[in-house]
């Protein structure tokens, strides 16, 4: 499968986690466009890098976006965080390790465990990174937003 169209399959499952969430339907687009977005940089990424380095920058897009849509609409980070970074949580990773555990294949389950441990640790450095941005950095969202209002 391409990456468009696994960056289309994570737009579709970001939408429907936003659902699930309870995030307001107005902020579907902005949520499938971040999970899509980092998606798209994390499928782009994992030819050249590793899974922990692809997780890495696909969630510094993410959290960026995030930040900057929470600016532009006025409501919690945490609408689009939360969907957004759905599309790259290591859950098949966390499957594989249990199902290596049951199996008694021992070797393939620290593999595995190890290699999602260093994405989970990958995503949360990247929410960590764009966090420490002062919200004065994302002011030219809010102004565009007013410009917008003014009109």
């Known amino acids: 499968m391409s990456v468009f ?5 994570a737009v ?20 499938g466009l971040i999970g899509g977005a980092g998606w798209l940089v994390y499928g782009g990424l994992m030819n050249g890098l590793t ?3 692809a997780a890495l920058a696909a969630t510094i897009v993410v959290i960026f976006l995030s930040r900057t849509f929470a600016v532009r609409e006025r409501c919690p ?6 969907s957004g970074i759905f599309p790259l949580v290591p859950g098949a990773g966390i499957y594989w390790t249990a ?8 070797a393939l ?11 989970a640790v990958a995503i949360v450095l990247g929410i960590v ?11 030219f969202a809010a102004k565009k ?5 003014d009109r």
């Open 77 to 82: 980070v945490t609408i689009f965080l939360i």
């Open 5 to 9: 169209m696994e960056a289309a399959t």
């Open 145 to 149: 937003q007013e410009e917008v209002d």
């Open 129 to 139: 990174f764009v966090f420490e941005l002062p919200q004065k950095f994302f002011t």
């Open 99 to 106: 199902y290596y555990i049951v199996t008694d294949e021992l």
């Open 51 to 53: 899974a922990p380095s």
């Open 12 to 31: 579709v499952g970001t939408v429907a986690f936003s659902l699930l969430f309870g995030v307001p339907a107005r902020f579907y687009p902005y949520c």
């Open 109 to 119: 389950a620290v593999r595995t465990g190890f290699l999602a441990c260093k994405v």
